[in-house]
């Protein structure tokens, strides 16, 4: 079984869309309501799959409303999503290779499991240091370089 993890991020001009929570559709099944705007992974076979991403925005029921075919390899693939800045602009797409941080888990009938990743040491995602520890809710001010544990300066 492989993923695909869905990376939803949204413009500055879109203020509140925090509260609205990001939607994605892989092969026509169905829709799924992802945990909110941070990494999530939804298991998947190898091969060729349509991922269908958009959110409710007022009265736009499929804002940023963008689909893209992919070819999801063995050990995944991170499809990142931004919502248009206007309701006249497009949503943008791009496929990359998976995150290295803290995800949660959509299972594929819609069920979500927040915060799957626990605790735990994850490459340090500011890039200054080899490790940055997650606390299974935010990354935190403990550091790692070779082995030596130590308290990244603010």
Known sequence: ??????????????????IVKPKVRIDGGPELVLPGWRPARIPVAPGPHRVELWMVWGLIKKYGNASVDVQVPPEGVRVSWRTPSSAITRA????ELPGAGPFDQVDPTGQVTVAANPAAWHPDPSGRHQYRWWDGNAWTASVSD?????????
């Open 1 to 18: 079984m492989s993923f695909i993890e869905i990376n939803p991020t949204h413009g500055t001009l879109s203020f509140g869309a925090e």
């Open 92 to 95: 943008k797409v791009a496929l």
């Open 146 to 154: 070779n082995g030596v544990v130590t308290q990244d300066a603010p």
